[in-house]
């Protein structure tokens, strides 16, 4: 399978896009998916979109980019982590 690249975003692409961005390549090693991670701000994905296989943002970004996008918040929070991770893994296989 080719490396995909995921975009990973939230206000300011420090902080909180670490952890998500942590979590998605470790989960996504264990499943034997390799990934490129890429951590921007919420404002940044429109321009950074067409590089990307998936975005996964904590913050608000459109939804009209033509990528699959999922929400991160459950990364920060643990509710429905698993879940996330499921949708994770099944757009990067799909895709």
């Not at 975009?7 to 670490?18: D, M, P």
């Not at 998605?24 to 701000?41: F, H, T, Y």
């Not at 990307?52 to 920060?76: E, H, M, Q, R, W």
């Amino acid at each position: 399978m080719k490396t995909k690249v995921v975009l990973v975003a939230c206000g300011t692409a420090v902080a909180t896009s670490t952890v998500v961005a942590m979590a998605i390549e470790d989960a996504m090693k264990e499943k034997g998916i390799p990934v490129a991670i890429r951590q921007c701000k919420a404002t940044e994905v429109p321009s950074l979109a067409p590089d990307a296989d998936l975005i996964v943002s904590t913050t608000p970004v459109p939804d009209n980019l033509g990528k699959p996008v999922i929400k991160g918040l459950p990364f920060l929070t643990g509710i429905g982590k698993d879940a996330a991770l499921d949708q994770i893994e099944a757009a990067l296989r799909a895709g």
